[in-house]
């Protein structure tokens, strides 16, 4: 069966400051791996996906993601982050034989100005 | 583009009653669109996958009778809430896909169920 892991439930940073958000998956196939932002009382936006090709996955909003097939691993990544960026921040993992997304259990972050 | 709307935004109503929340893909076809649940605070959880034109797929431990989903149209997905009671209150958002089986997801903005 398919999981997501985000190991951190709540997560605060500086304005400015790097930000890395972790998320493990573990998945029988090539996983197709997804994260996706929530603001409060909203649905969820994309961020970013990959599902082939280039490991580094560029997404909106200046955040990032990298693939480690080895770690089994999708961390996301933004270098300065704005206040803006206070959210809950999800990953997902399907496949390319149209399992179901797997949501992992979300982290929250705060950003102190 | 891959814009999803739901419909209302929030509903308040009686205990007994039913509840329709509607689902539109705005600018796109959606073979398949998917409702979830999320209670605060919480996670997503999946409760059904439709295809347009056929029945929909509950997962383990969702009431089909109590949750009725109709995918009539390939930018329409329904979801009604039968005789709605306390514990149905949450958060409920429905996604869509261009394609059947693995695709991106893009997800409406959610409706709030409250039930008195």
């Known amino acids: 069966a398919q999981s997501v892991t985000q190991p951190d439930i709540h997560i605060t940073v500086s304005e400015g400051a790097s930000l890395e958000l972790r998320c493990n998956y573990s998945?029988?196939?090539?996983?197709?791996l997804f994260w996706y932002v929530q603001s409060p009382g909203q649905g969820l936006q994309l961020l970013l996906k990959?599902?082939?090709?280039?490991?580094l996955v560029q997404g909106i909003k200046g955040f990032e993601a990298e693939f480690k097939r080895s770690q089994s691993s999708f961390n996301l990544r933004k270098p300065s982050v704005h206040w803006s960026d206070a959210a809950e921040y999800f990953c997902?993992?399907?496949?390319?034989?149209?399992?179901?997304?797997?949501f992992g259990t979300g982290t929250r972050l705060a950003v102190r100005p | 583009g891959a814009v999803v709307s739901q419909h209302p935004s929030w509903v308040i109503c009686k205990s007994g009653t039913s509840v329709k929340i509607e689902c539109r893909s705005l600018?796109?076809?959606?073979?398949?669109m998917f409702w979830y649940r999320q209670f605060p605070k919480q996670s997503l959880m999946l409760m059904a996958t439709?295809?347009?034109?056929?029945?929909?797929?509950?997962e383990q431990g969702v009431e089909k009778d109590k949750f009725l989903i109709n995918h009539a149209s390939l930018t329409l997905s329904t979801l009604t809430v039968t005789s709605a009671h306390p514990e149905d209150s949450s958060f409920y958002i429905c996604?869509?896909?261009?394609?059947?089986?693995?695709?991106?997801?893009?997800f409406g903005p959610g409706t709030r169920l409250t039930v008195l």
């Open positions: 996604s869509a896909s261009r394609l059947a089986g693995a695709d991106t997801q893009y």
């Open positions: 998945y029988g196939a090539t996983p197709y």
């Open positions: 990959y599902f082939s090709g280039d490991t």
């Open positions: 997902a993992v399907g496949g390319s034989s149209g399992d179901k997304l797997t």
């Open positions: 600018d796109f076809q959606a073979t398949t």
């Open positions: 439709s295809n347009e034109g056929s029945k929909a797929t509950y």
